[in-house]
């Protein structure tokens, strides 16, 4: 979030700018870390490092936990001197309003006083305990007041912990922003519906420039992971599972009898997303006929599953990809890219004209 402790330390993401040219994004999952590590040419950028981590406890139950093991897994494997970095946090740790305002009501300055006082509606004496963000979106119905809050105690545990390995937060922005800015990655940035599925729950946020216009999040895909799910049902190992579905998936071109034994198990859960996804779709765009509609840029873990795009395409009618990096850059790291890591790679581009 933009705010990290105190209201007064807000700045505008425009303003925001790294010190030095090695950057690391950070994104802080429920049970799992991500982190990217960029740095800067004159003739683009280029990715160095790139990696995931398990944490030992899903992080809401027990954050100083997770946090010091990220800490010591960046000392680590981060390659970089501590220092700043742009991080993120589980979703499912913010709550989201939106309320229709008037144009004077957010022109200027103005904003971000009626962000304070409808905050202070919703919240009101729990405010001083709470860490919030807002943004503007504009609409043929008029402009759109957005506000997310988190638990300021939570914002402070991660903040202490990892500056006592030297890492200092620059900024905790919103997931939801950074999912958003990922549509400046791809080849059509003014409109994009971006899909992040993690275990069991996807969120989606139309980007418009890089910027959040409307947002579901937390939509349940069922209470299993499709790793998890094919794990139980092909009988085997949960790390087996997962290279199973990132090397064949759901794709009928690599081995066909694995894919189709893969959609028969994932056969509930692909349907589910399909249907959410074509449900905002709808919303969004009240009924616009599917090859006129923006594409579908998929992120996440389970982004990866081999041959997912081309199953939601066929279903969906749409253009489905999964986030890309961005132009000009270049993917050095050992691990190789992938849907998981663009969060990240989002943060680590943080305040940086693309």
């Known amino acids: 979030m933009r705010t990290i402790i105190a209201p007064e330390s807000r700045t505008p993401r425009s303003s925001f700018s790294w010190r030095s040219s090695t950057k690391l994004g950070l994104e802080i999952g429920d049970h799992e870390a991500h982190m990217v590590v960029c740095r800067e040419r004159a003739s683009g950028w280029e990715v160095l490092r790139a990696g995931r981590l398990a944490l030992p406890a899903p992080f809401e139950e027990a954050p100083s936990e997770a946090t010091a093991a990220i800490a010591q897994w960046l000392r680590r494997e981060g390659g970089a001197q501590p220092g700043n970095l742009v991080a993120t946090l589980p979703t499912s740790l913010f709550e989201y309003e939106s309320a229709p305002v008037s144009a004077a009501e957010v022109e200027g300055q103005q ?75 791809s080849n059509a940035p003014e409109s994009q519906l971006i899909v992040e599925l993690n275990s069991k729950e996807a969120n989606f946020v139309w980007s418009s420039h890089g910027e959040p216009r409307y947002l579901r999040t937390r939509i349940s895909l069922g209470n299993q992971s499709p790793t998890a799910i094919v794990a139980a049902r092909r009988r085997i190992s949960v790390a087996t599972a997962e290279t199973s579905l990132s090397r064949w998936g759901v794709d009928r071109h690599t081995m066909p009898p694995l894919a189709e034994l893969h959609e028969a198990c994932l056969n509930d859960w692909l349907e589910r997303l399909s249907y959410e996804i074509h449900r905002t779709m709808q919303f969004i765009h009240g009924g616009m006929p599917p090859a006129t509609a923006p594409g579908v840029v998929l992120c996440g873990c389970s982004a990866d599953i081999r041959g997912l795009t081309d199953w939601l395409s066929s279903h969906l009618k749409l253009g489905v990809s999964v986030a890309t990096l961005p132009e000009r850059g270049k993917w050095l790291s050992a691990e190789p890219y992938r849907g998981t890591y663009a969060l990240a790679l989002a943060n680590s581009r943080h305040g940086v004209m693309l």
Request: negative net charge; hydrophobic residues 50%.
């Open 111 to 185: 904003s971000a006083t009626t962000a304070h006082q409808l905050m202070t509606e919703l919240l009101g004496d729990e405010l001083e305990q709470a860490s919030y963000d807002y943004w503007v979106s504009q609409s043929p119905m008029g402009p759109k007041l957005h506000l997310a809050w988190a638990t300021r105690a939570v914002l402070v545990q991660v903040a202490e912990g990892l500056s006592r390995c030297g890492w200092r937060i620059s900024a905790f922005d919103l997931p939801i922003v950074a999912l958003a800015r990922l549509a400046q990655f």
